[in-house]
């Protein structure tokens, strides 16, 4: 089993920024990628951005690319989201999740075995 813990969220206005941080722990052997989602009141899960666990190599969406970046530490095992230049459409509750398997657009929810409890962000206008 694989345990994910989010924590930095909060409400903020718009243009400021905001660190997401996602503790991976358990067996951590079976990650391969680490994925950022969103689920905005109303609407469907969508996926934001992926970090492959062992090569760093990442992915965003067209909607944050640019002003999101996600990084991990292996030492740490700790992958965090540095969201900048937040918008009110930001909103959302966030969550990390693992994928056992890697690939460039790992964009799919059901490719992700493990979620977090998720964070709620809120980017006031």
């Known amino acids: 089993q694989v345990q994910l813990v989010e924590s930095g969220g909060g409400l903020v206005q718009a243009g400021d920024s905001l660190r997401l941080s996602c503790v991976v722990s358990?067996?951590?052997?079976?990650?391969?990628?680490v994925g950022w989602f969103r689920q905005a009141t109303g609407k469907e899960r969508e996926f934001v951005a992926h970090?492959?666990?062992?090569?760093?190599?990442?992915y965003y969406t067209d909607s944050v690319r640019g002003r999101f970046t996600v990084s991990r530490d292996n030492a740490k095992n700790t992958v965090d989201l540095q969201m900048n230049s937040l918008k009110p459409e930001d909103t959302a509750v966030y969550y990390c999740?693992?994928?056992?398997?890697?690939?460039?657009?790992?964009?799919?929810?059901?490719?992700?075995?493990?979620w977090g409890q998720g964070t709620q962000v809120t980017v006031s206008s």
């Open positions: 358990g067996r951590t052997f079976r990650v391969y990628t």
């Open positions: 999740a693992v994928s056992q398997a890697r690939g460039m657009a790992m964009t799919r929810r059901e490719w992700y075995s493990y």
């Open positions: 970090i492959d666990w062992n090569i760093g190599s990442t």
